[in-house]
């Protein structure tokens, strides 16, 4: 069984792996889970830019964002995975950690699409109350992208197939992610 809990890790990686590079792939989008210091949740959907190695993945945002201070408060997360058509959920948890460095940041920026980049330079904070949608003034010069590194500890695999689901478990010890099968 060992074997096959291998293989669906494989499977799990290449998705991950093909959603940076593929618009239209489900995994994409997915839903990234904060709390605040009091332990208010906060729920909301977001882009997945890149995965190294490591299985680490990586998010933009802007750094005036509630979930910043939410990361800075508590920095466990969890992110939810779904693909409709095979029926798949992948459920994270990870550490997120802010990606400070000015050299990175500047990469990242030099590779968005310049339409893109308006999205982190409004003049005020996103979640600021406006009277109009159409009229947000932007910074010309000035921009508020930043990064969050998304490191996984565990990874919650669920595929609904009839007759039988099946549901792995992997948690990573020692840089190492071992898999066990769980009732679905």
Do not use: C
């Amino acid at each position: 069984m060992r074997i096959m809990t291998e293989i669906i890790f494989s499977t799990v990686l290449k998705d991950l792996k093909n959603a940076t590079i593929t618009n239209s792939h489900p995994f994409r989008y997915f839903t990234l889970g904060t709390s605040s210091i009091n332990g208010t949740p906060r729920l909301r959907t977001v882009v997945l830019r890149e995965i190294d190695e490591h299985l680490n993945l990586m998010v933009y945002t802007d750094k005036r964002s509630k979930k910043i201070t939410h990361i800075n408060e508590h920095n466990t997360v969890s992110l939810l995975f779904f693909d409709s058509e095979k029926l798949i959920q992948l459920s994270i948890r990870a550490k997120a950690k802010l990606i400070t460095d000015d050299i990175t940041l500047k990469r990242i920026w030099e590779h968005i699409p310049i339409k893109s980049r308006k999205d982190y330079t409004t003049k005020l904070a996103p979640g600021k109350e406006i009277n109009n949608p159409e009229q947000i003034d932007y910074l010309e010069e000035k921009h508020f992208l930043t990064a969050i590194k998304l490191i996984p500890d565990k990874i919650e695999y669920l595929r609904l197939k009839r007759p039988t689901h099946i549901r792995v478990l992997y948690e990573k010890e020692n840089d190492e992610w071992k898999g066990s099968f769980l009732v679905p």
